[in-house]
């Protein structure tokens, strides 16, 4: 009988699969057992459901120390979260120069200026949920969404502001949007929600 994990398996690499009957301890026993099935599926499991090592078939993962300490410190995250993750990284890098050259143009002070200190201060939140969704942290993405949601508000005066009156800043100000736009957009595509997802359903111990 498939259970939850077969078909997930199945898009695994022969490497991926032999890592995750190799963490025993962190993934699910469905999974383990799903993984073990897919290796027999492809005439890479021996007896006692031993995977095929790659130099022997006498040697098993298992008994690679330094495979398994590598692998529980690993963390894979998905590809497309990711790549959403470095477009954030950039857009703000860049959001933060646009703040700064307004305070620049307008003469304003950083420090006492809400319209300004607000946010740059959302910025540096931004720039640490971003590393946490690097780290595959599932609040941070629905954290960061909302965030920017709220910071994209207020700066909307700004922005039509500078609209009007310098055509660079009004530049960088639609790529920098359009870069975390698109951003999230991949944070809440198909690849990144089943990653999400597979991460609650198998890394959970017992």
Known sequence: MENIFDKKMREKTDFELKEIIASEGIYHKDAISSAINELKGRNLIIANNTPINDNSANNSINESKEFLDAVKNTTEVSKSISRASYYIFTALGIGLVFILFLAYIFDLSIFT???????????????????????????????????????LIIMIPQIITTIQTNIIISILSIITNGLQIYAIIILFNKESRDWYNEQNLIKTKG
């Open 113 to 151: 200026n809400s319209k300004l200190l607000i946010p740059i201060l959302t910025l540096g939140i931004l720039f640490y949920l971003t590393n946490m969704i690097l780290k595959g942290k599932y609040w941070a993405r629905n954290l960061f969404a909302v965030l920017y949601i709220l910071s």
